[in-house]
Structure formats: structure tokens, C-alpha cells
């Protein structure tokens, strides 16, 4: 049997090792597999489906699994009009999601109320949920839907995840670094 | 069997012009019929609220108006009586309308049920309640259909303001006044364009 020798081994993994921040590889695996909720609330819940399929395919960007399962979800992408008797009901799925999560507010309706000015429309989810991304149409075009998961995963690259996560442990460390 | 059998049937409604059809409501009904209206060959009858019932049913059973379109609820604010319930009829084998009309004070509040006459009127009445504030007697499941049950206005009432009003349900549901700077948000009826006439935000100072 030959004998492993320190330097062969090291000469074996040379090249395959990358230096980088943690937060820098965390936010890397987050960004590249966001995990939709789909909250379809009316038309732009269409386009949220084109986006999905395969014209515009967006699993190119790791966001192709969509299911109506809260607990399994990192971004709950608003598509519609929320109204009153539903705001809640919204509230209540985001909350079911697990940290760290994100809001993308999806088309006129979702970020403002759009055209609904009415006793029965919430005017925009923002009023309930802490919003990452605005996207604007009614409804937006996938291409505009894309757009909007490209800018939210810019915006994840550039958060202090470990920091976020575990701020004591983050501490501890910055102690015995210094 | 079924089409030998069905067809006489047919053809004797059909021998009956829809016109025909509509002037014996007339006679059967004659004194409680208040006035009659035709516009375009299409009937409108003003009828009193408690021969409803009497004449839903004459129209379906003996004049095979089968199927109600809708039910739609007026509300003319500081007149009385205040609300006009109207009833669209179609009847399928004679390819007639008909409408009802009936006037309901708001001290009186409510009306007689039409749902198991035509099991359509359920939902139509459950909205007319829900937007009008206007109950109907003997419906068998009189709830809220469109805003949650608890919520304390009717929106489609003239004194319901257009921006709405607040209402808070904890862990149902709440609502807010709707800012409507630069509104309302209307079609403003005229004969302009296009961008002048549809719902859009208009600053004073322009």
C-alpha cells in the first residue's frame, strides 16, 4: 500500500482552496438558491408563472422552487393586490418563514395599492411586511421579475450574514481576534 | 325519448311570443304591477316589496322566466324610500328579459328571499347585504360574502366615504382611511380624451 506522503497531499487539494470572508461565502450559498413563497394574489401571479417557466426559466438564478410551503422559504415574493381581508393571512405566512428571509414586492399593487385607492385594498404590503425589493407594472414583465431577484441577491451579497445570525458569537470572536 | 318528448313542450312556449308571455304577468298580477316600463323591447315592471315572492314565482313556474341574471341594489341617498332592488330575469325558452323593480325604505331594512326560487339569488343576496346593509328574510345562510363578518360598514352605501374608514378586528382584519391626494380617482364623464376622462392623479395646481 503506498504511503501518503504530507507534501503529495497537499500538492493534491493546491489550487482547489479558495480564501475568502465567511459572510462572503454564506451570502454566495443564500443568493444562488432563494427559495420562493409564492403569495399569487391576482393578475401579476400570471406573470409570476411565466417567470417561472421555461421562456424565462428562473431557476437560472437557483429561484425554481416554488411551493406553497412557508416553512421551506427564503424570499415570499407579493404578487397582487393585498387586500384587507387577506393582509393578514399574508402576515401571518411570512412569519411562518424561517430567518433569514426576504420580501419582494411584486407590481403596483403590492407596493402601493396601485389603482386600487379603495376602503378595501391595503396600500402596499410595506404597511405590514419589511420589503427588500419594489418591482413596478401592473403587472411587471418577467424579465422585470428577474430583474428584481438579480437586485435583491446584490443586496444579499453585500449583508453582514454571520454578524445577522449570530451576533454574540460574532462578538466573541471579535474579542479574541483582537 | 327524451328529445320526442321535450321538443311539443318547446315549440308550445315557443308559439308565444315573449311579448305575449309578459302581458299575461300583467293580467294575472293586474293592481299590484305599479308601472311598466319598455325600453328596446325589454321590460321593467315596479312591483311592491311583498308581492315578491307571488310574482317570482308566477314568472319562473308560469311564464319559464328559469334563470335570474342578478339582483342589483340602488341606493339613492335622501330620498325615501331609499333603496331600489332590481331583478333581471331571463327566460331561456322564449330568449325574453324582464326586470322587476321594487322600492325598500330603510326603517323596513329588509325583504323577502327569492333563493329557493332561484338558487342563483343566494350569493347575489349575500352581497347585497354585505355592500348595502340590506337583510333578507328566510335566506338560509345570510353572512357577510366579501368583507369578513364583523366589519361595521357598508361601503357600498352614498354616505360611505370613498376613501373608506377605519375598522380594527384584532387577528382578523383591519382597515385604513386611503390617502387620495390628487384624487378622487373617477372617470370624469365627458366627451375629452382619453387622458382626461380616466382615473388619475389630478393636483390642484394643474
Redesign the interface.
Known amino acids: 500500500m503506498p504511503e501518503t506522503h504530507a507534501t503529495a497531499y497537499d500538492s493534491k487539494i493546491e489550487g482547489n482552496v479558495i480564501f475568502t470572508r465567511f459572510d462572503a461565502a454564506l451570502n454566495w450559498v443564500r443568493k444562488n438558491s432563494l427559495w420562493p413563497m409564492p403569495m399569487g394574489l391576482a393578475c401579476c401571479a400570471i406573470e409570476l408563472m411565466a417567470t417561472a417557466a421555461s421562456r424565462f426559466d428562473i431557476s437560472r438564478f437557483g429561484a425554481e422552487v416554488m411551493r406553497f410551503s412557508p416553512r421551506q422559504c427564503d424570499v415570499m415574493i407579493v404578487a397582487g393586490t393585498v387586500t384587507y381581508k387577506m393582509a393578514l393571512a399574508v402576515k401571518r405566512i411570512y412569519e411562518q418563514m424561517p430567518e433569514p428571509k426576504w420580501v419582494i414586492a411584486m407590481g403596483a399593487c403590492a407596493s402601493t395599492g396601485g389603482m386600487y385607492r379603495s376602503y378595501a385594498v391595503l396600500q402596499g404590503i410595506d404597511q405590514l411586511l419589511p420589503v427588500d425589493v419594489y418591482i413596478s407594472g401592473c403587472p411587471p414583465r418577467p424579465e422585470a421579475l428577474l430583474a428584481g431577484l438579480m437586485k435583491l441577491q446584490e443586496k444579499i451579497s453585500r449583508q453582514p450574514a454571520f454578524k445577522d445570525q449570530q451576533p454574540q458569537l460574532a462578538e466573541k470572536l471579535e474579542e479574541v481576534l483582537t | 325519448m327524451t328529445p320526442a318528448g321535450g321538443a311539443p313542450a318547446l315549440q308550445s312556449h315557443n308559439q308565444m311570443t315573449s311579448q305575449e308571455v309578459i302581458e299575461s304577468l300583467g293580467k294575472s298580477f293586474e293592481g299590484k304591477l305599479q308601472h311598466k316600463t319598455e325600453f328596446r323591447g325589454e321590460i321593467t315592471y315596479a312591483i311592491g316589496e311583498s308581492d315578491l315572492r307571488d310574482i317570482a314565482k308566477f314568472c319562473r313556474d308560469k311564464l319559464s322566466f328559469d334563470y335570474l341574471l342578478d339582483i342589483t341594489s340602488i341606493d339613492n341617498f335622501g330620498e325615501e324610500p331609499r333603496f331600489e332592488i332590481v331583478y333581471h330575469l331571463y327566460s331561456m325558452p322564449h330568449a325574453a328579459h324582464l326586470r322587476l323593480k321594487l322600492k325598500l325604505s330603510e326603517d323596513v331594512g329588509a325583504l323577502d328571499t327569492v333563493s329557493d326560487i332561484w338558487p342563483t339569488a343566494n350569493w347575489h343576496e349575500r352581497e347585497i347585504y354585505d355592500m348595502m346593509g340590506i337583510k333578507f328574510n328566510g335566506h338560509p345562510d345570510l353572512r357577510r360574502i ?3 363578518d364583523g366589519y361595521p ?1 357598508f ?1 357600498l352605501r352614498k354616505d ?1 366615504p ?4 377605519p375598522s380594527d378586528m384584532p ?6 382611511v ?3 391626494e390628487g ?3 373617477v372617470t370624469v364623464p365627458s366627451t375629452a380624451g382619453s387622458k382626461d376622462r380616466e ?1 388619475r392623479a389630478r393636483p390642484r395646481e394643474l
Open positions: 366579501l368583507m369578513w360598514f361601503p360611505f370613498l376613501a373608506g374608514l387577528d382578523v382584519a383591519f382597515t385604513k386611503t390617502p387620495l384624487g378622487p380617482f382615473p
